[in-house]
T-cell receptor, first 112, second 116 residues
């Protein structure tokens, strides 16, 4: 059974600092890994999708890496801003269109 | 391009009642899945529909049921509501057409259900 863990559960950083969010999964036989952002009481916004054959994906200030063999992914957010405050969730899929298994999320607070 | 839309956004029910939640998938998407997110936790997979049939189910009892319609919209029905059913219910759509199999899921804003 796939298990996804995100540590830490919460972190607080001053504005401008780089953010490093960790995600680990127990079964390396994944199809893809997706990072999401969730604002309080809202739905999930897809940030980055990494296919199992890829090692990283970038979008603006966001960069996500994937080390499938060790069961780890890291989301980097450069030069954090107060607007980056949210919960960040990672999720893995075993096959295309298959269910996502989510981690518990990391709640981020960026202080002005 | 229309995103995933869900209704209602909020609702309150009492124990034992039944509820129906609705979801319209993103344009061009033929697969819909439902997730339950309890407060402070990650979403849990309920089930998925593809071509109007259930195509995978998580660890949820039979009182959680669903439908997918020919236009790919979907309903989630929950019977005999329990207090623990209070959660944010999220709908996600994706495309399983040949040539478009990235597996990326797009989520709606969710329906917040409170059971008293």
């Amino acid at each position: 059974k796939q298990e996804v863990t995100q540590i830490p559960a919460a972190l607080s950083v001053p504005e401008g600092e780089n953010l490093v969010l960790n995600c680990s999964f127990t079964d390396s036989a994944i199809y893809n890994l997706q990072w999401f952002r969730q604002d309080p009481g809202k739905g999930l916004t897809s940030l980055l999708l990494i296919q199992s054959s890829q090692r990283e994906q970038t979008s603006g200030r966001l960069n996500a890496s994937l080390d499938k063999s060790s069961g780890r992914s890291t989301l980097y957010i450069a030069a954090s801003q107060p607007g980056d405050s949210a919960t960040y969730l990672c999720a893995v899929a075993k096959a295309a269109g298959n269910k996502l298994t989510f981690g518990g999320g990391t709640r981020v607070l960026v202080k002005p | 391009e229309t995103g995933v839309t869900q209704s209602p956004t909020h609702l309150i029910k009492t124990r034992g009642q039944q509820v129906t939640l609705r979801c319209s998938s993103q344009s061009g998407h033929n697969t819909v899945s439902w997730y339950q997110q309890a407060l402070g936790q990650g979403p849990q997979f309920i089930f998925q529909y593809y071509r109007e049939e259930e195509n995978g189910r998580g660890n949820f009892p039979p009182r959680f049921s669903g439908l997918q319609f020919p236009n790919y919209s979907s309903e989630l029905n929950v019977n005999a509501l329990e207090l623990d059913d209070s959660a944010l219910y999220l709908c996600a759509s994706s495309s399983l057409r040949q040539g478009v199999r990235t597996g990326e899921l797009f989520f709606g804003e969710g329906s917040r259900l409170t059971v008293l």
